[in-house]
């Protein structure tokens, strides 16, 4: 299942995703979260527990997604099983320097990687 935490509301969310470019997207996003259900912010791992116990799930079974170090990491504190940087343009420049695979999270350049393409 996919469930999106986003600093957007969740009406925002619904909204954005129902007139996507490539139509009404709701229907692949089991659950919104935003700063008002998830009972705190992306920097903080209560969050993310508190998304963890709504979903009825260890947060230890959860992939998080995100272009922040600052939420990966809160989410890696709150026990979140796998924590991923997403690459896009535009991002923040990554401020954790590591040698070659042995950065702090691994990297995406496209969600479709998750899905092994």
Known sequence: KVHIYSSGSVQAQKLLFRHSCFGDLTSYFATHFDITTSGGNKKQATSYENIAAHLGVAPS????????????????EAGIGYTIMTVRPGNAPITTAAAPGKEEFPKIFSLLQLCGA
């Open 61 to 76: 079974e959860i992939v998080f997604c995100s272009d922040s170090e600052a939420e990966l990491r809160a989410a890696k």
